[in-house]
């Protein structure tokens, strides 16, 4: 075999496994975080959560939150585009909150970011990794296909994102992109606890 060949050979045997590393990383990296907790109070007391279940540090500016109001647009697809603020980053084990800059004190007290427009119960977030021109979904709160009413049921309760706060059950570790699988149809399918309004007990942890 030529030099020139056998150099040829090397270069695509490692661009291939750059390539592989780099897809693997890039899926480990979106498994790592997810919403914990989502709370739509009274008054302006709304807040999303986010956990890094992961062993790293997480750079935030590398994902973002965009969201529908009421109905979208174009059906399927994000109408905002919301992103991190500067240098946002999020340790393994701890939470990251986003939350109304008019929300109860006790709700600000642990607050990492505010933001004006979270949902009335009828608002799609998602949680995904990249920008604008091309990005992967990692978690869900609600979806983008349409207005469902009132709010989307969780757990077998009715409108369950509005006038609720749902946090996340323990056993659950990564994201999940199909939100009728993660909102699920009674409390023992359902990836979530679905609380009181105004219960704040978890928020921060």
């Avoid at 590398?62 to 980053?89: D, I, K, L, M």
């Avoid at 021109?133 to 994102?161: L, Q, Y």
Wanted: hydrophobic content about 35%.
């Amino acid at each position: 075999m030529s030099l020139k060949i056998t150099q040829n050979l090397r270069a695509y045997c490692c661009f291939l496994l750059a390539f592989i590393l780099s897809a693997f990383s890039y899926g480990n990296l979106n498994a790592q975080v997810f919403f914990s907790e989502y709370a739509e109070g009274s008054s302006n007391n709304k807040y999303l959560e986010i956990y890094n279940a992961g062993t790293e540090a997480v750079d935030l500016t590398e994902y973002a939150f965009p969201n529908v109001s009421n109905a979208p647009t174009v059906v399927g697809e994000y109408e905002y585009w919301n992103t991190f603020s500067e240098g946002a980053t999020l340790a393994p084990g701890e939470v990251y909150v986003i939350a109304h800059p008019s929300a109860d004190s006790l709700i600000l007290l642990h607050a990492d970011q505010t933001y004006s427009y979270l949902s009335n119960g009828d608002d799609g977030f998602a949680l995904v990794y990249g920008t604008e021109s091309g990005f992967e979904v990692v978690d869900r709160i609600g979806d983008w296909n349409g207005d469902p009413g009132s709010g989307w049921d969780v757990a077998g309760v009715s409108n369950g994102t509005q006038d609720h706060v749902l946090v996340r059950k323990c056993g659950i570790t990564t994201g999940n992109t199909d939100w009728t699988l993660s909102a699920g149809t009674s409390a023992e399918d359902s990836e979530w606890n679905v609380l009181a309004i105004d219960t704040w007990d978890n928020l921060g942890s």
